[in-house]
C-alpha cells in the first residue's frame, strides 16, 4: 500500500514523498483512516513502529482542513509525551510533515528557561507538544489555555506511568474541553493503562502492532558472555571494527554511563553521555552529535535514551542486561527502524544468565551466542569481584583486524 490510498492531501503527501516515505507502517495503515474519521484511538505501539506519523499526519490534515481564521492562533491539538527528547522530535516531525501547510507548532518542556517557550506560544500556535511539568507550569501562568483543544494525543502513556506522571496527567485532562478527540498510545496495555485509556477516550478503536515480535525478527542479535572485569576490553575491541560507524551503548546507571565514555575517550573514541544528570542542552548536544555521526558512541541510561530517535543506526550495545525483559525490546528498537538493518549486541556477565533467560522467554527466541571472542566467562560463580578480580585482564589473543561481529549472512537461525 501507497500513502496515496490514505487519502492524504497534496501538501502532506508532499513532505511525506520528500521525506522519503513511500509505504506506510503498519500502525500507520491502521491508525491514519480512523483518525481522519475524527473516531478516538488507542493504539499499542512503540516508538521505532512510525507512530509519530501515524497521529501527526492524520491531525495536520484534519486541522488543516478545518481552519480557523481567528486573529490569535489557539492551540486546537495537544500532544502530551514524557520525554524532552521525545517532544522535540515529535515537534520536529510536524513541522516536517506540515511544512506546506499553514498549521503552526511549538514545544514545551522542562530543564530549561521558559522564556524562549513562552515567547514562541505568544503569537498562537495550532499544534502544541509538551511535557507534563512545564505544560502544567505554564497553565499555572496563563501562557497556555486548553480550552479550545480538539484532538488531544497521549503519548507513551505507559512510561508516563512508570516515571510518576499520573497526576499531572489527571490535572491536565481535567482542563480540556469534555467534546475533543482523544488518541492514546501505549507500547504496553498493563490493566492500570487500560483503566488510564479508559477514562481520557470515548468508544475508541484499538489498533496494535507487535513491535516486540517485529523488532525482534529485524534486528541481529548476538550475546557475549564475558566476566565483568573485561567488558570494557571487549568494547573497545569490538569499536575496532570500522563497520560500526556509530554506536548506542546502554549501561544501568549514570555513574556506568559516564564510565565507559571515559574509557572510550582516553583511546580516542569520541563517545558523549546522555542521561538525567547532564543539562538538557548537553544532552541535545550529545545527540546532535551522534545523529551528525561526530560522536561514533552515545552511552546512555534507560530513561535518557528513551524517544531517541536517530536514523541509520545499526548498532546497539547493551554493555550491562537489563533486568526488565521489556527493557531489553525497547533498547533493540532503537535500531533496525522502520524496516533498516539492525544489530543488538549483549554483554552477559554470569549474575546476568538469569536476566538473559527471561528475555529469551520474552521474545521466544534464542540469541546467538559470540564464543569465539577474546574475553570468554571465566568465572561462572562469581562470588563477589574482588577488586583484582574486577581489573582482571585477560591479554588479547586476536589481532586488531579481527572481525568480532558474526556477518549475519553466516548465521544459523
Ligand atoms: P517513530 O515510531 O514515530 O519514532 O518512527 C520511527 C522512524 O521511522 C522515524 O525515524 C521516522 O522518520 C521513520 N518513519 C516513519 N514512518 C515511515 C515510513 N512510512 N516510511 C519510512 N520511514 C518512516
Do not use: W
Amino acid at each position: 500500500m501507497q500513502f496515496e490510498s490514505l487519502n492524504i492531501i497534496e501538501p502532506i503527501l508532499k513532505s511525506l514523498k520528500e521525506e522519503g516515505y513511500t509505504i506506510p507502517t503498519p500502525i500507520q495503515v491502521q491508525a491514519i483512516p480512523i483518525v481522519l474519521q475524527g473516531i478516538d484511538l488507542i493504539g499499542c505501539a512503540q516508538t521505532g513502529t512510525g507512530k509519530t506519523a501515524a497521529f501527526a499526519v492524520p491531525i495536520l490534515q484534519l486541522l488543516s482542513k478545518n481552519k480557523t481564521f481567528d486573529r490569535k492562533k489557539k492551540i486546537r491539538s495537544l500532544i502530551v509525551t514524557p520525554t524532552r527528547e521525545l517532544a522535540i522530535q515529535i515537534e520536529e516531525s510536524f513541522k516536517v510533515y506540515g511544512r506546506y501547510t499553514e498549521l503552526t507548532c511549538a514545544v514545551v518542556f522542562g530543564g530549561v528557561n521558559q522564556n524562549p517557550q513562552t515567547k514562541a506560544l505568544r503569537n498562537g500556535v495550532d499544534i502544541l507538544v509538551a511535557t507534563p511539568g512545564r505544560l502544567l507550569d505554564l497553565m499555572n501562568q496563563g501562557f497556555i489555555s486548553l480550552k479550545d483543544v480538539e484532538i488531544f494525543v497521549l503519548d507513551e502513556a505507559d512510561r508516563m506511568l512508570d516515571m510518576g506522571f499520573i497526576h499531572d496527567v489527571r490535572r491536565i485532562l481535567a482542563s480540556l474541553p469534555q467534546k475533543r478527540q482523544s488518541l492514546f498510545f501505549s507500547a504496553t496495555m498493563p490493566p492500570e493503562i487500560v483503566r488510564l485509556a479508559g477514562s481520557i477516550v470515548y468508544k475508541p478503536v484499538k489498533v496494535e502492532v507487535t513491535p516486540s515480535a517485529s523488532t525482534v525478527d529485524i534486528v541481529d542479535q548476538f550475546v557475549y558472555f564475558i566476566d565483568r572485569g573485561n567488558k570494557n576490553s571487549l568494547l573497545l575491541e569490538l569499536l575496532k571494527d570500522e563497520k560500526i560507524k556509530t554506536a548506542l551503548v546502554f549501561t544501568r546507571t549514570k555513574y556506568g554511563a559516564d564510565k565507559v565514555v571515559r574509557v572510550l575517550k582516553k583511546k580516542n573514541i569520541s563517545a558523549e553521555a546522555i542521561h538525567g544528570n547532564k543539562a538538557q542542552n548537553a544532552r541535545q548536544k550529545a545527540l546532535s552529535g551522534f545523529k551528525a555521526q561526530t560522536t561514533r558512541v552515545l552511552v546512555a541510561t534507560d530513561i535518557a535514551a528513551r524517544g531517541i530517535d536517530v536514523d541509520d543506526l545499526e548498532y546497539v550495545i547493551n554493555f550491562e542486561i537489563p533486568n526488565i525483559s521489556e527493557t531489553y525490546v525497547h533498547r533493540i528498537g532503537r535500531t533496525g527502524r522502520a524496516g533498516a538493518k539492525g544489530t543488538a549486541i549483549s554483554f552477559c556477565d554470569a549474575e546476568e544468565k538469569e536476566y538473559l533467560k527471561d528475555i529469551e522467554r520474552l521474545i521466544t527466541k534464542k540469541i546467538q551466542v559470540v564464543d569465539d571472542h577474546p574475553f570468554p566467562l571465566i568465572d561462572n560463580n562469581p562470588v563477589k569481584p574482588t577488586k583484582q578480580q574486577f581489573n582482571s585482564r585477560i591479554p588479547n589473543r586476536f589481532g586488531s583486524s579481527r572481525n568480532l561481529i558474526p556477518d549475519r549472512r553466516n548465521l544459523r537461525r
